[in-house]
């Protein structure tokens, strides 16, 4: 039996016998060295698909290394093709389907991931021929579909790769903040201006003489002699008016949503 050789990151191996090995018998020991063999031509193909740095190198040479042994379970020796002739597609469509189906951050339907790559291919390739970006309309044309087709592709193709929120400048230099810095806090005048409204229904249903011992004291922050001073009255009567006017408060309250705006205004009381 005459054996082939195929030459493999710059060296030469022999290839029929261990073909012919495992297509006929399954040999495990045979595919184990075909793998060893060929396994720096499945990282070499892998290394080409991480030029845009998306996805780890690692998960695609695992990625790589599947087509290979898809490759190699394929094979027909006894065909008039090198192995490396089949090889490439095998492992180059492996890394693609994967490419495809597994690195949206936000997967779209197939027929639009299927679009959104074919007008990332156009665009690069009309950018080719331009010397420069195309426009919509020129992909459209090429492409021979509507306007709306590729910007709703384009749109699907910003969906391959996302950001973490804690991505740190020391990461991307032109990124002086993490994306979640930027993102805005919680305004904390929305729940004053709640608690405003609340507040001024409930004091609507006080007297004014209550709606200003009350104002005097939590507003201004007045103590029951100052209030008595203010209003004419004695301190233990402003004592009474802060206990009566809060216990209608409460009471309106209870069933108007403001019960936290009275405990913080009935603790307060001195």
């Not at 090198?82 to 597994?102: C, H, M, N, Q, W």
Request: contains cysteine; glycine residues 4%.
């Amino acid at each position: 039996m005459s054996t082939r050789h195929a030459t493999v990151a710059g060296r030469e191996i022999p290839e029929s016998a261990d073909f012919i090995a495992y297509a006929k018998r399954r040999d495990a020991r045979a595919r184990e060295r075909l793998v060893r063999a060929y396994l720096p031509l499945a990282v070499s193909i892998a290394r080409r698909y991480h030029r845009d740095r998306r996805v780890a190198l690692d998960d695609l040479k695992q990625v790589a290394a599947i087509g290979l042994l898809k490759a190699i379970e394929r094979f027909d020796p006894d065909r008039a093709i090198a192995f490396t002739s089949f090889a490439v597609p095998t492992i180059d469509g492996e890394l693609k389907r994967y490419l495809r189906d597994y690195t949206w951050a936000v997967r779209p339907p197939r027929g639009l991931q299927e679009r959104a790559q074919r007008v990332c291919r156009e665009r690069d390739q009309l950018s080719n021929d331009l010397g420069r970006s195309p426009t919509a309309h020129e992909l459209a044309e090429r492409m021979g579909c509507s306007l709306e087709a590729v910007v709703e592709a384009s749109e699907a193709a910003q969906a391959r790769a996302a950001e973490s929120f804690d991505l740190r400048a020391v990461e991307r230099h032109d990124m002086p903040f993490a994306p979640a810095e930027r993102i805005g806090a919680e305004d904390g005048g929305f729940a004053a201006a709640e608690a405003s409204v609340i507040a001024e229904r409930l004091l609507s249903s006080l007297s004014d003489r209550e709606r200003r011992a009350i104002h005097l004291r939590f507003h201004h922050d007045l103590t029951q002699a100052e209030i008595a001073r203010r209003i004419g009255c004695s301190q233990m009567h402003v004592s009474r008016i802060l206990r009566r006017a809060l216990a209608r408060l409460a009471e309106e309250a209870a069933s108007d949503g403001g019960c936290s705006l009275l405990r913080s205004l009935g603790h307060s009381q001195p």
